[in-house]
Nanobody, 120 residues
Framework: QVQLVESGGGLVQAGGSLKLSCAASGGTLSSYTMGWFRQAPGKEREQVASISRSGSPYYEDFVKGRFTISRDDDKNTVYLQMDSLKPEDTAVYYC??????????????WGQGTQVTVSL
């Protein structure tokens, strides 16, 4: 059973940056495709980015060029660098691990989420 704990969320002005971290325990991160999802109030949860076991990233169009996903398997940690943030990026961000080898994740394990709020 993999436990995921996100950190790094907060309040930032539009145009600013935040870096989210997801620390994993109870399993070897290198065995999983890792990714970030988000859920805004009144909306469904959506995938933001994923990174394969070999380190290949995938981004949804709405964050492409602004967000960067990375992984450090030695530290069992996944990151999401978020730049040029917009108010519409406001959401709870979730880390997920998936045993399938696909950029489109379902998520076998989930973190508890971290709030990101972008103000005007």
């Amino acid at each position: 059973q993999v436990q995921l704990v996100e950190s790094g969320g907060g309040l930032v002005q539009a145009g600013g940056s935040l870096k989210l971290s997801c620390a994993a325990s109870g399993g070897t991160l290198s065995s999983y495709t890792m990714g970030w999802f988000r859920q805004a109030p009144g909306k469904e949860r959506e995938q933001v980015a994923s990174i394969s076991r070999s380190g290949s990233p995938y981004y949804e169009d709405f964050v492409k060029g602004r967000f960067t996903i990375s992984r450090d398997d030695d530290k069992n940690t996944v990151y999401l660098q978020m730049d040029s943030l917009k108010p519409e990026d406001t959401a709870v961000y979730y880390c997920a691990a998936d045993s399938r080898n696909s950029y489109r994740m379902v998520g076998d394990f989930w973190g508890q989420g971290t709030q990101v709020t972008v103000s005007l």
